[in-house]
């Protein structure tokens, strides 16, 4: 079945770093794939999406391509800023049917 | 706007007793998902539904857990006879359509403590 594999953390960058966080899936057809953001005691946010392939998703400074040679989804950010710690999620929605499949979560901690 | 509105936000039981979690999509949205998040894991989905109908339980529990979606209200996650193992936060997602390209849009969650 589908599923997603995600860089496991917790990821800890001092401010201003380059920012790195894998995921790959499994998939049967074209898969939409997203990115998705949980900050502490809240719900999760749409970071960012890509729905064929080669298609870049960005917001916020975030960048992924979606790969289908490579099967890979991987989230990039130049130069991070501590507001960006947070748990991170890879996500990908089936190309039939209803369902949503995420990975297990990247925490990452930004520090000054 | 509104968002995807659950209620509670923190929601404590003894084992045995029923838990009722509650879910207002966004406006606008007919569509309903609901996840269960352990700690320190991802997001499981556990049921999909639009107005009165369940269209995905595939990865609900075939025991003490339902779902509904009223014509009118809110989305109901119901769990009977709750035992310690359902501790865990309980996500709602709504989208406009069910196709596969949409973002589904979460609320704040419920979270589940049982004593």
Known sequence: GDSVTQMEG???????????????????????????????????????????????????????????????????????????SAVYFCALSEATGNQFYFGTGTSLTVIP | NAGVMQNPRHLVRRRGQEARLRCSPMKGHSHVYWYRQLPEEGLKFMVYLQKENIIDESGMPKERFSAEFPKEGPSILRIQQVVRGD?????????????????????????LSIL
Not at chain 1, 33 to 61: C, H, I, M, R
Not at chain 2, 92 to 111: E, I, K, V, Y
Request: net charge negative; hydrophobic share 30%.
């Open chain 1, 10 to 84: 917790p990821v800890t960058l001092s401010e201003e770093a380059f920012l790195t966080i894998n995921c790959t899936y499994t998939a049967t057809g074209y898969p939409s794939l997203f990115w998705y953001v949980q900050y502490p005691g809240e719900g999760l946010q749409l970071l960012l999406k890509a729905t064929k392939a080669d298609d870049k998703g960005s917001n916020k400074g975030f960048e992924a391509t979606y790969r289908k040679e490579t099967t890979s989804f991987h989230l990039e950010k130049g130069s991070v800023q501590v507001s960006d």
């Open chain 2, 87 to 111: 501790s865990a936060a309980y996500f709602c997602a709504s989208s406009p359509t069910a196709q596969r390209n949409q973002p589904q849009h979460f609320g704040d969650g419920t979270r």
